[in-house]
């Protein structure tokens, strides 16, 4: 199994920036894929950016050029780092991990609300 815990969300005003982080514990070896995932009211869950073991990353078209998503084995951690924030943005982020053998785990999310 693996746990993940979500943090940094918050309230932030357009055109600012925060910084997510999510700490994995738990069976780490067996990651295959880290993630982020998001949630806005009335909305299906979308992808947002992820990291495949050996360092790809992929982004969804929305966020490319403001997010960066990057990983630091050492702490176990996943952050994603958003800059240029939009009011569309507003959602509940939550993370995610596939291990190789294709089970998904998520997070409980974190808030992250985009308004002046």
């Known amino acids: 199994q693996v746990q993940l815990v979500e943090s940094g969300g918050g309230l932030v005003q357009p055109g600012g920036s925060l910084r997510l982080s999510c700490a994995a514990s738990?069976?780490?070896?067996?990651?295959?894929?880290m993630g982020w995932y998001r949630q806005a009211p009335g909305k299906e869950r979308e992808l947002v950016a992820r990291i495949i073991s050996g360092g790809i990353t992929e982004y969804a078209d929305s966020v490319k050029g403001r997010f960066t998503i990057s990983g630091d084995n050492a702490r176990n951690t996943i952050d994603l780092q958003m800059n240029s924030l939009k009011s569309e943005d507003t959602a509940v982020y939550y993370c995610?991990?596939?291990?190789?053998?294709?089970?998904?785990?998520w997070g409980k999310g974190t808030l992250v609300t985009v308004s002046s």
């Open positions: 995610t991990s596939i291990l190789y053998g294709g089970m998904r785990y």
């Open positions: 738990g069976s780490i070896s067996s990651i295959y894929i």
